[in-house]
């Protein structure tokens, strides 16, 4: 089964008067266990594309099939729950809740699924863990430097055992050593079987996967391989 | 999220902005102090204005008082006598549908025992008296038809009579005593007990907790006070009070048409109520030689006009409680909908990790209604506490009273407008878009 189906995508936003075209006609397949980085410069339509692969919207027009799942016009209940099931995602702002602990940040997920309260902490101690955060666990995001943020990042998307990990310029805030900490972790992932989505305009970092999809004006402009 | 999770979460956020929450509360605290106060002291009221009806008898008695002729019947005034004795033999005899008839005759006597001496009302009277006034006897026995007929000179006295005429005597210790009216020897047969209100009842009991009593005692006196007149109350056979008071005043006079001041009848069943005075009517058109100048005062209007009174006061003090209550909920949006939008990225993070619509409306929710349930708490401690310093500071007629219900009503009341404030901003904030909220700078 592929992750992510695209075909024939078009996605147009309405401000004011004007209608912006940011997508215009994406057909794009992602098998399970690809490492995908998506590329192009701002304003181009790649992080429009990560949200309809990320289940955060839906397109105006096309098809759009997610872990075997159509989506093309799923209400919101349905986006959420795809979202929650099948979905992590690693912001390059990071995106933690200043106000809970690392096990808190890591279990928000979990919330939403109906999880015990006993296996929710065991699940986001043991993601935590798998990410070098053992000895953290009590620890705010005020408490922690930005590689550390990220890890705790990763753990919260990890930790639902999603079939799609997406980052968007994952690597964004962070020095080229934590970054290149953070992308090994990514690649490692990968090798597990994981399907892996970056979006990013560094080339050092899209060099990290195995395709690269260039968007230019709202079209795919070119895909290969690095 | 479980209904736990989703406490926990309000709980977190309500503690982490204690003085934006307490602020937040502020209005329900006051809506639902205000709330138990007023329902106290409206819950006191009603209570003192029933003990009080219940006092002065139920719906099944009726006065024969006095009115004034009117204009077409002004010129045989003088054929009627005006209630007498014989009014009172008459429906006995011709109204079965009374049960009890009570007429009095009032005297203002000097008494004395001993050394003591004052003046007081004594008033003639029929043992039906007992049931029309609603005495009950602490010792001895009230007047009897014996008594009546004989026309012996028994008294019967009510509990102040007794502590200030036979200081430091017991009721038991009282009966037999001689007490003198206007000079004449009566002798004590029965005492009755003391009439008082719950709060004189508690006043007296704290009071003498704190070995005060004595100066204090009295304090009621000059206040209002419905019981007093039972209290203060000397009772003599009507006869007695004819032959020893009211004979030789007019030579014509015998007992029978001597003007009596007080008839009080009781209608043996409330489902025949209008037949009863139909009868009475009746036999006083007769013994009143068809002059109209006399009235059947019923308490049914009374009654109800106090019932009318106490509803209207229950209805403001809501009305008052209510307003500070919607104007505490306004409160809680108000402060709800500033708290979201400080939160919309907060929100994005939690909808991208797969929140619903639903869960952040409940997340939402949840938060308002614990606001509004923790000043509600604080509500009630303050209403209880306002109530007992209202009790200390300026002790009213009737004690104020809160009960359970009130609580639970005022517990109700709080979640109601956490949930109603809560409402907006909680689908305000569902309604968020996660891409531009996870934006939102």
Redesign the interface.
Known sequence: MDAAVLEDITKVYRVGDQEIHALAGVSLTIPEGDFVAITGPSGSGKSTLMHLLGCLDTPTAGRMEICGKDLSSANSDTLARARNREIGFVFQAFNLLPKLDVVGNVELPLLYSNVSTRERRERAIAAAQSVGLGERLKNRPAQLSGGQCQRVAIARALVNNPRILFGDEPTGNLDSQTGRMVLDLFRSLNEGGRTIVLVTHDPKVAATARRIIEIHDGRISREYSP | ?SPF?LLDTAL??IT?HKFRSALSMLGVVLGVGSLIATMALTRGIERGVRAFMQQIGGLEFVNVTNKEISGQQMDFWNLSPGRTLMDARVIAASAPLISHISPEMNLGAAISVGEISDRNLVIGVWPDHAVAARHELAQGRFITAWDVERATKAVVIGDEIRTRFFPGKSATETLGKQLLINGSPFQVVGVFKRYEREQDKRMREILAARNKGAARAGSSRHRFDPFRRKNTSILIPLSTMFHEFKAGLFPMDDMESVRIDTLTLRVRNLDHFREALEQVRNALNVTHRGVDDFDLETREEWFDRMESNIAATKMSGGLIAAISLIVGGIGITNIMLASITERI??I????????????IFLQILAESVSISLLGGACGIIAGIALVEVLIRVAPTENLPVIEATSILLSVAFAVLIGAASGIYPALKASRLE??SA?RYE
Do not use: N, S, T
Request: aromatic fraction near 0%; avoid cysteine; proline fraction near 5%.
């Open positions: 999220m999770r977190r956020e982490a990225r907060e994005g993070i939690r909808m991208a990790v797969g929140a619903r619509q639903r869960d996660p891409i996870l």
